[in-house]
């Protein structure tokens, strides 16, 4: 045996033959499962329907954890069962059954099995999330659970199921958990106009959502992040796959909107492994990959095996390996281990088992080109990548020499239409300029990385409601802009006509930031900050002026991130008044002793609303104006 990352996995010996980036084979895969499996198995109830794993409880409270501990965790046997083709040595599915039983036989009741009821999201809503998880798991071991169950379990099951299609789900991806529940309900004989109406309002929802390029928008806002594959593309694809008769009209619609997204999506992985860390529910860790792995079982991707396999376990062999498996066996909440600061207060000690999804790479069967097929290397791998994703305003590029792949965000906002600007909402999972997979943003109390903020009266605003204004790429180069109203969490909310324009260029290792900061009143500042990097980092975070800015300096965030303890920040400080010009340079990188950002610019040149920056290594220039907006390259 190779040394395994946590004693409780029990992990193979790596395979360097078939995977020479990860050393993980499918049995790696099995063994993870089983392992986490058993560790939380410990913490079940005597009649095995809640699984109460220890920690500070969400805000639905400890009954509900319980419940998604059971949920979550039976979505990894489930996909581990139905891979093996029934074959269940260690018994997952019996255990499985018994608690179906004992947590519908009174559902509601305060007793030590019970199962909480599903009401609406805004009352008791957490219960409709793990419903789908419930339905789903029974769907897959339909042979060897659902159909041996007692009638009366069976009945009881469903009736508890039917909550969710009788309650109002929350206005984004959680229209999807009916509408799983009700797939399993027809699939085992028991639909009806009910299930119907669940199942069409779902899909009429996530047309209204669809952007193009392979992204759904998270509700009715400009909300893009990993439940696009965790949620939005699982849900339906799954769904199509498992279903008697393919649907195929569906199958083809939402398995080409997958293949599409899987092109832009196979770069927000790192060379280490590791997703992007952006939006919120981080804590799923590897869940991350689902829709990597989804498009392999399923046929819709454009990726070769070799190179999903890679993406997904390089992710899942980076987790591993990075403390995730605390000293009990159990996924903690965070990232790497433990992490409060950067948590959502609807994660209880049982959430981080939505990582359960990316085990949906297990209905590939032993035989499966995922499996055999020898690692290929990911697309950040081969060379330098820029890609402009302009349906959701991102703008991805990535680094060969360090595997750092880097996000800067000028689309993705999590701000529902009918919500106001509030700074008292800041949100750091979607506000900030940028996201990569060695960084995260600091906690909202500490000092911001990646923002630009304008100080009124010495009050720093917040960046909210994100407008796009177009995206684009060359060769070896790209660029996306937005512009933003700053709000501010005392004094004047919102200052009339004030508005921030921004456009980021990327370009190998660096990020030319320019902002058009318009309507600012008299005495006020401006801040743009960097990445946030800890002191024992093998990381190189730098600012450099090139217009506008006149001070440097950098600022301390002790809560750190979810990748360090406590992280500095570089800061560029400036007078503004009405509207100016600023452009910057900016740089995350692990090369070794860097060359300064200084050096990377020959020229720079503003004339009214065109910034003009030549570059030191090849001569090329870089235009960008702003009346109206043109990005130029070459």
């Given at each position: 045996?190779?040394?395994?990352?946590h004693?409780?996995?029990?992990?193979?010996?790596?395979?360097?033959?078939?995977?020479?980036?990860?050393?993980y084979?499918?049995?790696?895969?099995?063994?993870?499962?089983?392992?986490?499996?058993?560790?939380?198995?410990?913490?079940?109830?005597p009649?095995?329907?809640?699984?109460?794993?220890?920690?500070?409880?969400?805000?639905?409270?400890?009954r509900s954890?319980?419940?998604?501990?059971y949920?979550?965790?039976?979505?990894?046997?489930?996909?581990?069962?139905?891979?093996?083709?029934?074959?269940?040595?260690?018994?997952?599915?019996?255990?499985?059954a018994a608690?179906?039983?004992?947590?519908?036989?009174?559902?509601?009741?305060?007793?030590?099995?019970?199962?909480?009821?599903?009401?609406?999201?805004?009352?008791?809503?957490?219960?409709?999330v793990?419903?789908?998880?419930?339905?789903?798991?029974?769907?897959?071991?339909?042979?060897?659970?659902?159909?041996?169950?007692?009638?009366a379990?069976?009945?009881?099951?469903?009736?508890?199921l039917?909550?969710?299609?009788?309650?109002?789900?929350?206005?984004?991806n959680?229209?999807?958990?009916?509408?799983?529940?009700?797939?399993?309900?027809?699939?085992?004989?028991?639909?009806?106009?009910?299930?119907a109406?669940?199942?069409?309002?779902?899909?009429?929802?996530?047309?209204?959502?669809?952007?193009?390029?392979?992204?759904?928008?998270?509700?009715?806002?400009?909300?893009f992040?990993h439940?696009?594959?965790?949620?939005?593309?699982?849900?339906?694809?799954?769904?199509?796959?498992?279903?008697?008769?393919?649907?195929?009209?569906?199958?083809?619609?939402?398995?080409?909107?997958?293949?599409?997204?899987?092109?832009?999506?196979?770069?927000f992985?790192?060379?280490?492994?590791?997703?992007?860390?952006f939006?919120?529910?981080?804590?799923?860790?590897?869940?991350?990959?689902?829709?990597?792995?989804?498009?392999?079982?399923?046929?819709?991707?454009?990726?070769?095996?070799?190179?999903?396999?890679?993406?997904?376990?390089?992710?899942?062999?980076?987790?591993?390996?990075r403390?995730?498996?605390?000293?009990?066996?159990?996924?903690?909440?965070?990232?790497?281990?433990?992490?409060?600061?950067?948590?959502?207060?609807?994660?209880?000690?049982?959430?981080p088992?939505?990582?359960?999804?990316a085990?949906?790479?297990?209905?590939?069967?032993?035989?499966?080109?995922l499996?055999?097929?020898?690692?290929?290397s990911?697309?950040?791998?081969?060379?330098?990548?820029?890609?402009a994703?302009?349906?959701?305003?991102?703008?991805?590029?990535?680094?060969?020499?360090?595997g750092i792949?880097?996000?800067?965000?000028?689309?993705?906002d999590?701000?529902?239409?009918?919500?106001?600007?509030?700074?008292?909402?800041?949100?750091?999972?979607?506000?900030?300029?940028a996201?990569?997979?060695?960084?995260?943003?600091?906690?909202?109390?500490?000092?911001?990385?990646?923002?630009?903020?304008?100080?009124?009266?010495?009050?720093?605003?917040?960046?909210?409601?994100?407008?796009?204004?177009?995206?684009?790429?060359?060769?070896?180069?790209?660029?996306?802009?937005?512009?933003?109203?700053?709000?501010?969490?005392?004094?004047?909310?919102?200052?009339?006509?004030?508005?921030?324009?921004?456009?980021?260029?990327?370009?190998?290792?660096?990020?030319?930031?320019?902002?058009?900061?318009?309507?600012?009143?008299?005495?006020?500042?401006?801040?743009?900050?960097?990445?946030?990097?800890?002191?024992?980092?093998?990381?190189?975070?730098?600012?450099?002026?090139?217009?506008?800015?006149?001070?440097l300096?950098?600022?301390?965030?002790?809560?750190?991130?979810?990748?360090?303890?406590?992280?500095?920040?570089?800061?560029?400080?400036?007078?503004?008044?009405?509207?100016?010009?600023?452009?910057?340079?900016?740089?995350?990188?692990?090369?070794?002793?860097?060359?300064?950002?200084?050096?990377?610019?020959?020229?720079?040149s503003?004339?009214?609303?065109?910034?003009?920056?030549?570059?030191?290594?090849?001569?090329?220039?870089?235009?960008?104006?702003?009346e109206?907006l043109?990005?130029?390259?070459?």
């Amino acid at each position: 045996m190779s040394p395994s990352p946590h004693p409780a996995l029990r992990l193979p010996e790596e395979d360097r033959g078939l995977s020479p980036y990860t050393g993980y084979a499918r049995a790696h895969w099995e063994a993870a499962a089983d392992g986490l499996l058993d560790a939380a198995w410990r913490w079940a109830t005597p009649g095995r329907a809640l699984l109460d794993l220890p920690g500070r409880p969400s805000r639905s409270g400890v009954r509900s954890d319980g419940l998604e501990g059971y949920a979550r965790t039976f979505l990894a046997a489930a996909f581990r069962v139905a891979g093996a083709g029934g074959e269940d040595p260690h018994g997952w599915l019996e255990r499985y059954a018994a608690g179906l039983a004992s947590g519908t036989r009174a559902p509601g009741r305060d007793d030590t099995e019970s199962w909480p009821l599903i009401l609406d999201h805004h009352v008791q809503g957490q219960p409709m999330v793990e419903s789908a998880s419930v339905a789903l798991g029974l769907r897959l071991t339909r042979p060897w659970l659902w159909d041996r169950l007692d009638p009366a379990v069976q009945d009881r099951a469903e009736e508890w199921l039917r909550g969710a299609l009788r309650h109002v789900p929350a206005a984004n991806n959680w229209y999807l958990f009916p509408f799983t529940v009700a797939g399993f309900l027809e699939s085992v004989g028991r639909g009806d106009a009910e299930t119907a109406r669940a199942r069409e309002r779902a899909l009429e929802l996530l047309e209204t959502w669809y952007r193009g390029q392979g992204w759904y928008a998270d509700g009715d806002g400009r909300a893009f992040d990993h439940y696009n594959g965790w949620a939005l593309h699982a849900y339906p694809v799954l769904d199509a796959h498992l279903a008697d008769d393919r649907r195929a009209a569906n199958e083809d619609r939402y398995g080409s909107r997958l293949r599409e997204h899987l092109a832009g999506f196979a770069h927000f992985f790192g060379g280490d492994g590791a997703p992007l860390y952006f939006g919120r529910s981080m804590t799923y860790r590897f869940a991350a990959g689902t829709a990597v792995a989804l498009g392999a079982v399923t046929g819709h991707t454009p990726l070769a095996p070799g190179v999903s396999r890679r993406l997904l376990s390089g992710s899942l062999r980076y987790f591993l390996h990075r403390g995730a498996v605390g000293e009990d066996g159990l996924l903690s909440l965070g990232w790497h281990g433990p992490h409060e600061a950067t948590l959502q207060r609807y994660s209880g000690p049982a959430s981080p088992y939505w990582a359960s999804k990316a085990f949906v790479s297990l209905l590939a069967p032993a035989d499966h080109p995922l499996w055999t097929a020898p690692e290929e290397s990911a697309p950040g791998e081969a060379a330098d990548q820029v890609l402009a994703l302009p349906a959701p305003g991102l703008l991805v590029h990535s680094t060969r020499a360090d595997g750092i792949v880097r996000l800067h965000n000028h689309g993705s906002d999590h701000v529902a239409p009918h919500q106001g600007e509030s700074a008292a909402e800041e949100d750091p999972l979607y506000g900030r300029q940028a996201y990569s997979t060695r960084t995260g943003p600091t906690a909202p109390a500490n000092a911001p990385d990646n923002h630009l903020c304008v100080e009124v009266a010495g009050v720093p605003s917040v960046r909210r409601r994100i407008h796009p204004l177009g995206a684009g790429h060359g060769d070896g180069w790209g660029w996306a802009a937005s512009w933003h109203r700053p709000v501010f969490a005392s004094g004047a909310r919102m200052v009339p006509a004030l508005r921030v324009e921004s456009v980021t260029v990327a370009r190998g290792r660096y990020e030319l930031r320019v902002h058009r900061v318009i309507g600012a009143p008299p005495g006020s500042r401006v801040a743009q900050s960097g990445w946030a990097t800890g002191p024992d980092e093998p990381l190189v975070s730098a600012l450099h002026g090139l217009h506008g800015w006149t001070d440097l300096e950098e600022r301390r965030a002790p809560q750190g991130t979810a990748f360090t303890r406590t992280a500095g920040v570089p800061r560029l400080t400036a007078a503004v008044e009405g509207t100016a010009l600023f452009a910057a340079l900016a740089t995350l990188t692990a090369t070794p002793e860097p060359a300064p950002l200084p050096t990377a610019v020959t020229r720079v040149s503003v004339d009214g609303a065109v910034v003009e920056v030549r570059w030191a290594d090849d001569g090329s220039t870089t235009r960008i104006g702003f009346e109206p907006l043109t990005v130029e390259h070459g």
